[in-house]
């Protein structure tokens, strides 16, 4: 980066700052539960997913609906969040994410091929040993699901670029709302082959048992970029730069949104995030 | 000086160097729309209602200080230390507020006709390498159809004949709403790779002939606040927030931006910027 102190970043700041208002309406969820904004209303507006079929995989960017907008970096520099205010109604906690692909499928999807969900426009080379190799299997209802549950695992690449790894089994549990997270033992993404970290692209699926119908789901690739806790009605300003030493980075074209999980039932982060590139 | 330490600051306090600055400002309209970004320059209050230029082309000009609007009392060689502010009407209206610098204007058609443009110029106000935001709202309630532009500007770096993508208004806006059709945008978009603009030399229509009139405007953003709800005020300390503290020109057309969270009606946001000079 051109810059390299905090100072430095400060003044940056103060000459091509973002300041990025957001605000997503109110997703109904149990407390405790996953959920993702994707679809709700607000600024941004609402996202959707893709055509319901393995072979409609697609790759996300800013210019995706459901995504932030911002300005992308200059040539040469790295943009970073540098400080955010968050609130929301009710208390929880919120992960900030780049979408990187994701396709839209049947409740019952028959197994097979999955094509177009893949990472590596964003992602750093297989084994770069930085964690930016890859990113996590999120799992999301898209049309709420009919009864009954069904049994799937999914194929995928590995952060070494390693195919044909598979995750373990998980549930989708029937009646499960829109916009809730398909959570496995209360993790927000999918856990992964025993010895990966992360997940280049995601290859397949396979129904293993179930036949019930009804709903979509959509399986995305995403990378997790900045964990912020909210409060209800006490917007805190977090520095990331002074006061948490953290600078997530944003790519360059990241479909950024937000995850949460919500001590109560209501999901609806609003506030404004500070970016600038260095 | 700049304040860059507390000691600094609590030097400046010792010695009455504080200005406080009420406001006390509303948008145009009693019910915004929600999640789309609103101004309050065309608003009644304190300060007043602000002015647009004469329609055309031709006439675009410099805000200042003593542009009606803008707010009155910034000290000179003034920095922003501190800032309370709160929302006075409505138990749910909730939202962002934005402070501003406006420090250039035009008043055009919605429909205006493709050609070059006199006076939208900001460099008065920006730093080398510095660049402003481009801030679109209704002046006139927009004809119901929308209407397609880009704008072609000078960038940060003072590099010129860039171009926006292609702005589509929404229809119907009324005063003071942003017009952007895209659900995702506060500002104008940019040309990837730019961060700011420094002027802006001409408007191109691509399509539409919708009625109505915008006020164009070059903004520097300079400071958020939440507004959780009635009784939930939001206080800042600059030098903790985004050190060193925002130097404020002399000049400045300090204005304000709204981001309604909430579908209620939107109150009276009122409160007071805290200027500490050399």
């Not at chain 2, 006076?119 to 004809?143: K, Y």
């Not at chain 2, 002027?199 to 109505?212: D, K, R």
Request: include cysteine; proline fraction near 4%; charge should be neutral.
């Amino acid at each position: 980066m051109a810059v390299t102190t905090a100072a430095g970043i400060y003044s940056e700041f103060a000459l091509n700052g973002q300041h990025i208002m957001f605000g997503k309406a109110n997703v109904v969820s149990t407390g405790n539960t996953w959920a993702t904004s994707w679809a709700a209303a607000g600024l941004p507006g609402a996202g959707t997913g893709t055509s319901t079929g393995k072979a409609n995989g697609a790759t996300c960017s800013r210019s995706t609906a459901g995504s932030i907008w911002y300005n992308n970096p200059r040539a040469g520099r790295r943009l970073y969040v540098v400080g955010a205010t968050i609130t929301g109604s009710g208390n929880g906690a919120l992960t900030l994410v780049d979408r990187l692909a994701h396709v839209t499928l049947a409740q019952n999807e028959a197994t097979g091929s999955i094509t177009g969900v893949t990472g590596t426009a964003r992602l750093d080379s297989a084994s770069a040993g930085n964690n930016m190799e890859g990113g996590q299997i999120l799992v999301e209802v898209a049309s709420v699901l009919g009864a009954g549950d069904n049994v799937f695992t999914i194929g995928y690449t590995n952060q070494a670029g390693t195919a044909s790894r598979v995750t373990p089994q998980f549930t989708l549990t029937g009646g499960t709302a829109v916009s809730r997270i398909i959570p496995v033992s209360g993790l927000c993404y999918i856990p992964l082959q025993d010895g990966d970290r992360s997940v280049r692209s995601i290859d397949a699926i396979t129904l293993v048992s179930g036949a019930n119908t009804g709903g979509t789901f959509t399986v995305s690739l995403v990378r997790p970029i900045l964990d912020v806790p909210w409060v209800a009605n006490i917007p805190f300003d977090r520095d990331y730069v002074g006061e948490q030493c953290l600078l997530p980075e944003v790519i360059a074209d990241s479909c950024l949104y937000f995850v949460g999980v919500p001590t109560g039932s209501s999901f609806n982060p609003w506030g404004v995030l500070r970016f600038v590139d260095v | 000086m700049s304040y860059q330490t507390i000691q600094q600051l609590v030097n400046g306090l010792s010695l009455d160097k504080l200005t406080k600055v009420p406001f006390h400002k509303r948008i145009p309209t009693s019910v915004p729309t929600q999640y789309r970004p609103h101004s309050y320059w065309q608003g009644e209050g304190v300060p007043v209602i602000g002015t647009v230029p004469t329609n055309g082309k031709a006439n675009g000009r410099v805000c200042t200080n003593s542009t009606d609007g803008a707010v009155l009392g910034i000290p000179s060689n003034a920095y922003l230390a501190s800032s309370s502010v709160g929302q006075q009407t409505s138990s749910v209206a909730t939202g962002t507020l934005m402070l501003v610098d406006k420090i250039s204007d035009i008043n055009l058609n919605h429909n205006e006709a493709t050609g070059s443009l006199t006076g939208l110029d900001a460099t008065s106000r920006l730093a080398a390498g510095a660049g402003a935001h481009i801030w679109i709202e209704a002046i006139t309630t927009l004809g119901a159809s929308s209407n397609t532009f880009t704008l072609t500007y000078t960038n940060q770096d003072g590099t010129g004949s860039r171009t926006t993508p292609n702005i589509v208004t929404i229809g119907s806006a009324i005063q003071g709403k942003s017009v952007l059709t895209n659900a995702a945008y506060t500002f104008a978009p940019l040309q990837d790779g730019d961060v700011g603009v420094r002027s802006i030399q001409s408007i191109t229509l691509v399509s539409g002939s919708s009625t109505g009139t915008m006020l164009i405007s070059l903004v520097r953003p300079l400071v958020t606040w939440l507004i959780p709800a009635i009784g939930y005020g939001s206080n800042r300390e600059e030098l903790f927030s985004a050190a060193p503290l925002p130097a404020i020109s002399s000049s400045a057309c300090l204005a304000f931006l709204w981001f309604p969270f909430s579908a209620a009606g939107m109150g009276i946001s009122a409160g007071s910027l805290n200027f500490i000079t050399d």
